[in-house]
Every structure is written in C-alpha cells, then in structure tokens.
C-alpha cells in the first residue's frame, strides 16, 4: 500500500532573480515533492482571469495583449520594471489573486496525500508577506554578478533590465537572514544538488515529526 502523507510540510523557496530557485524545485519535484511555480501561475492567471486582463490593460495598455489575446511578456515587463510605481501598479492587480490561486493549490496538494512536501517556488515570499503561511523557508543564494551572468545566458536579459527587476526585490543578503534553511549556489550543478538534498532529508525528518504531532487530529 502505497504510503499517505495526511500532513505534508510546507516549503517555500524563494530567491532572486537567477539565484537557482526553480533548479532547486526542480530537484524537489524529482524526489517526490509537489512544486508550485508562482511564476508559471500568474502567467496563467493573467492569460485566463478576465477581470485581470482588463484592468492589465487599462493600466498599461492593450498593446501587452495581441490580436489574439496573448500576454507579450516582454512590453508588460518593460513598462511593469520601469519605475517603483508602474512595478507597484502591476503587484497591486495580480498578487491578490494569485495568492488566492497558490492557496487553492496548496490545498489540492495536501488534500491528495500524497506527498510528504508541497512547495512552492516563489520569488516574491518576503515582499508579498506570506512566509507565515510554510513550515519552513528555504532561500537559494548567489552573488549578484553570478545570478546576472546565468540570466543572460538563460534567456539574453540585458544589464538594465536584470537590474530594474532586482530593484523591485528584497536583497537576497536580507533573505538569506530570515530562512530556516539557505542554500549557497555560488558553484556547480552538482554541488547545488548535494546541498539541496541534504536540506531535502531535513525536511523530510521535520515532515515525519509533523505527521506524528498531528497524527490525533480526525
Ligand atoms: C511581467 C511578467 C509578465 C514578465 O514575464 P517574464 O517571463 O519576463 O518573467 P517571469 O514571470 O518568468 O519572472 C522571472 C523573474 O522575474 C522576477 N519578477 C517577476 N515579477 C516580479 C515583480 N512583480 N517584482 C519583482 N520581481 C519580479 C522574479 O524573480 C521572477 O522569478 C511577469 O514577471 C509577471 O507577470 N509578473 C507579475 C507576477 C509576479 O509577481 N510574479 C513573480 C511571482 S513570485
Ligand atoms: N549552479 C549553477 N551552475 C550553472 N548554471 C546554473 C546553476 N544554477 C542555476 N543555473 C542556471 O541559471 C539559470 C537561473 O536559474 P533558475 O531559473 O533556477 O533561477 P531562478 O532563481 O528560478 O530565476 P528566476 O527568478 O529568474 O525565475 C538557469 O538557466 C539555470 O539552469
């Protein structure tokens, strides 16, 4: 019989941009997480949710939308990144639902029992103020020149636009403060996989004494 997890732990991890946090979800999912991608999800709630789309537009435009209704990523980013207000703007219209959504979802994970974690891959944890809500917080660091260096490559930023998005977040030095558990992606892929496994087993111990805490509960 396949084994039931009734009170899955609640992970966040968080970073920056380009620090390695959907490749440390990444290796979650393999070992048998359930991984929630926040940026997959406001992606979704913006191309579905209608009310979203209209006040998206009315705030910043149609032309972020095309003929067909598609969200240009790129026009939305660069009026979104361009000062603190029109980044505050765009936060103001799509956090509140997709807080909602995270939610839902993190219910529907539990609810199935089927996995021990269920995380949830966010950059925005602290600035959204919704750390409150995980068992644990995982931060996923590395130095800025570094996380810059990565991003380009992924997907060709450039200098400018990396740095506008950095300066709507949090520095990942106070980040790393705050979380229960801080993985350093300073080096390889490899060496990234052997630490998130080792913080992986713990929260996989702390997950078992949960599950015994709780086990009364009907
Ligand atoms: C403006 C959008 C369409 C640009 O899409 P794009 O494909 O270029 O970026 P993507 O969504 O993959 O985000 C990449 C990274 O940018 C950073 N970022 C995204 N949104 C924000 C924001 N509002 N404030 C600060 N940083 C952000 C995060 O580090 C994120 O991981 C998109 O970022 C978006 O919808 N943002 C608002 C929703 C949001 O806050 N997402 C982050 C969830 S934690
Ligand atoms: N240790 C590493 N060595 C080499 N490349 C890496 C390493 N860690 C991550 N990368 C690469 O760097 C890029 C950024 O990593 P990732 O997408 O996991 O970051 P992120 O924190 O989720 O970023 P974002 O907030 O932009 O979504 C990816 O292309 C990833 O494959």
Request: proline share 2%; net charge positive; hydrophobic share 40%.
């Amino acid at each position: 019989m396949k084994k039931e997890y009734r009170f899955p732990l609640l992970v966040a991890i968080t970073g920056g941009i380009g620090s390695g946090q959907t490749t440390v979800a990444n290796f979650f999912k393999k070992w048998g997480a359930w991984v929630i991608n926040a940026d997959e999800k406001a992606k979704e709630i913006i191309q579905k949710d209608r009310s979203v789309k209209r006040i998206l537009a009315q705030t910043f435009g149609k032309e972020i939308f095309n003929r067909q209704g598609k969200l240009n990523t790129q026009k939305l980013a660069a009026l979104a990144f361009k000062d603190e207000i029109s980044t505050q703007k765009l936060n103001q219209i799509v956090h509140p639902r997709m807080v909602a959504y995270l939610i839902e979802e993190l219910e529907r994970a539990r609810f199935s029992r089927k996995y021990p974690i269920v995380a949830i891959d966010a950059a925005l944890i602290y600035e959204i103020s919704i750390e409150q809500m995980f068992d644990a917080v995982v931060t996923v660091y590395a130095p800025i020149e570094l996380r810059y260096k990565r991003v380009k490559q992924r997907d060709g930023m450039t200098r400018s636009d990396f740095f506008a998005r950095v300066n709507k977040q949090i520095p990942l030095e106070e980040k790393r403060q705050w979380a229960d558990f801080v993985i350093d992606n300073s080096g390889s892929l490899d060496e990234l996989e052997k630490q998130s496994w080792a913080v992986y087993e713990k929260l996989l111990n702390m997950q078992e004494k949960k599950e015994r805490q709780l086990k009364h509960i009907s």
